[in-house]
């Protein structure tokens, strides 16, 4: 009776394990879906003495945008920039291969892994923090993005 109640115990715990990775992996299929498309860098705040203060963006920096593509279970991203007199420049970056798991987003550009947080803050909106270094010391920085109509 033991044995039994043992084996039915195990095999419960295994199905609940089972749905709990299912229950992940569509969240983080969700959240693909969410950022697909095209987003428009609208703002960039940092801290400095325990304010929150906004970065005044050049013209070009309006133009920059982040594409999100679903290809083949894959989420891609490619960065688009714009330089030069009146912004008329674009580049881009290759076609990058994203990760979105919890509240993070990873990729490799060039040699570099890089790991950036997120937050949603609507349908439309949702921002990326890091930190760099301003004026000598670490910072943390938050960039909006809009999504593209």
């Known amino acids: 009776m033991k044995k039994l109640f043992s084996v039915l115990f195990f095999c419960l715990l295994i ?3 089972q749905s709990q990775k299912i229950g992940n992996r569509q969240n983080d299929e969700n959240k693909a ?20 203060k906004v970065f005044n963006l ?3 920096m309006k133009e920059y945008e982040l594409i999100f593509k679903n290809k083949d279970l894959k989420t891609i991203m490619t960065k688009t920039f714009a330089t030069g007199k009146d912004c008329k420049i674009k ?14 987003i ?3 550009e ?3 892994k ?15 923090i890091y930190s760099d270094i301003i004026n000598g010391n670490v ?11």
């Open 58 to 60: 050049h013209e070009c």
């Open 15 to 17: 199905i609940s394990c």
């Open 106 to 108: 990873s990729y490799r």
């Open 114 to 128: 890089k790991v950036e947080q997120y937050k949603i803050y609507s349908q439309n909106k949702f921002s990326i």
């Open 91 to 104: 580049s881009q970056t290759d076609d990058l291969l994203v990760t979105i798991s919890g509240g993070s």
């Open 110 to 112: 060039e040699d570099l």
């Open 139 to 149: 910072t943390e920085i938050e960039d909006f993005y809009q999504r593209k109509k």
């Open 33 to 52: 879906k969410y950022f697909s498309g095209t987003w428009t860098f609208v703002q960039k705040t940092y801290k400095e003495g325990g304010k929150t």
